[in-house]
């Protein structure tokens, strides 16, 4: 029979909602209460094999996993090959400067998925020296040893620029994220690049916001809107920076994409569903999800067939009306 949470609620003595917190790294418990729990869980076989736990460690998510547009669906992605695998996923967020990770789940799993921006630089120096498989989603400077699955994001930015062009746009302003994340960086390299080969360099501008939030995209857009030609295209590196910059178009009754044309990149829910609707550029979370709990599982089993460099997914362009 298959142990359950209240099985080893049971057995522990703890209630069940502190057991599922534990079990899931939850900071509210303490260290020595989900090391008990652990143990108790272990003992019991919750996870079927010794140490079959793969943590998945995510950076600054959006509210919470679940209700992240992003990575609720690389969670998916993992979850669809976990049982499978013969894994069970902890799944942990860490937000900027978070210090609190401590050595318990690092000792007792098997294996460690991490992704999200930024990610704290102590979480990396810890991936950096551990011996426990590891894969990243993205990419992050200090890891370039460790394997990585990503979005294909410098073709992300090439093919965008490339569809504004198409549209007869004269000027492409991109509003970017801090461009040392190598996620904008690899998105703004893309545009520089196809704008290069066509001779068209002269015609590329870029805003560099503090972060990537949609107030960010809407403030920043406030400030330049006045000076924006018509016949620009302005080009977000995330939809969220693009959400922004639609609230602050509209409010000085600029029309889109008659005046100025929007495009977005990731392809967000709410992309689908603002006024105008947002030309993005799509992203396959899921994959990400799917190839990331393989590549790590290869490694746990010690596969000839590990792939060591990164892995990317292919980016498309969903064509709506924003330009």
């Keep these: 029979m298959k142990t359950t949470l209240r099985d080893i609620a049971e057995y522990s003595g703890f209630n069940v909602s502190t057991v599922s917190r534990a079990l899931n790294d939850d900071k509210r418990i303490s260290d020595d209460t989900k090391e008990k729990i652990l143990n108790v869980a272990k003992k019991l076989h919750y996870f079927g094999e010794k140490n079959k736990i793969i943590l998945f460690l995510i950076a600054n998510p959006i509210s919470s996993v679940r ?53 704290p630089q102590n979480i990396i120096n ?58 904008f960086k690899e998105r703004f390299s893309g545009v520089k690049k196809y704008l290069e080969e066509i001779d068209r360099i002269k015609d590329l501008e870029i805003i560099e916001c503090e972060s990537f939030d949609w107030n960010d995209g809407y403030e920043e857009a406030k400030k330049i809107v006045s000076s924006i030609n018509q016949k620009t295209a302005i080009f977000c590196l995330t939809d969220w920076l693009a959400k922004g910059v639609i609230k602050a178009l509209k ?73």
Aim: net charge negative.
């Design 251 to 323: 409010e000085e009754n600029f029309e889109i994409p008659q005046d100025i044309g929007l495009m977005g990149f990731g392809n967000l829910p709410f992309s689908e569903h603002i006024d105008p609707s947002l030309t993005t550029v799509t992203l396959n979370p899921y994959l990400l999800g799917v190839f990331s709990i393989t590549v790590v599982n290869e490694i746990i089993n010690k596969s000839n067939n590990v792939n060591t460099e990164k892995i990317l997914v292919e980016p498309g362009i969903i064509e709506r009306k924003s330009i």
């Design 67 to 119: 209700n992240d547009d992003f990575f609720s669906k690389v969670l998916e992605g993992i979850l669809s090959c976990t049982k499978n695998f013969g894994y069970h996923c902890v799944v942990r967020t860490i937000e900027k400067n978070d210090n609190s990770l401590g050595k318990i789940f690092i000792e007792n799993i098997s294996g460690i998925i991490i992704g999200g921006i930024p990610m």
């Design 126 to 183: 810890l991936i950096a020296t551990s011996e426990i498989p590891v894969v990243q989603i993205g990419h992050y400077k200090g890891l370039e040893h460790i394997p990585s699955v990503s979005n294909d994001n410098f073709r992300g930015g090439y093919i965008a620029a490339k569809k504004i062009v198409e549209r007869n746009y004269k000027k492409i302003l991109v509003f970017s994220g801090p461009l040392n994340v190598e996620t």
